[in-house]
């Protein structure tokens, strides 16, 4: 039970940290790199309880490695068109 509740607490941190430093990409990407630690945390913490096998937890981490390669192919684009990933320094229309 002390597990699931240090979960939460990533996750809630997590949370926060993308809702309120939204202005630079890297600090939002990082915040969601947490989202998904936290998240895989739990799936493996429910499929060992339930003794299930563990092919799911590798599609999950196929698929955040796709999220977190894909968000630094955006942030090197950005930095390389702007000259930093500060959002309010450019326009997005």
């Known amino acids: 039970m002390n597990m699931y509740l240090i979960i939460l607490v990533m996750y809630m941190i997590g ?4 809702v309120s430093k939204h ?3 890297l600090i939002v990407l990082l915040s969601l790199e947490f989202l998904v630690l936290s998240l895989f945390f739990l ?3 429910y499929l060992m309880m339930i003794n299930y096998n563990m092919y799911m937890l590798m599609v999950f981490l196929v698929f955040s490695v ?3 390669a894909l968000g630094l192919s955006i ?3 950005m930095i390389r068109t702007h000259g930093n990933d500060y959002f309010q320094s450019f326009n997005l229309i």
């Open 75 to 77: 942030l090197i684009s």
């Open 43 to 45: 799936m493996m913490i």
């Open 15 to 18: 949370n926060m940290i993308f």
């Open 66 to 68: 796709c999220e977190g």
């Open 23 to 25: 202005k630079h990409l």
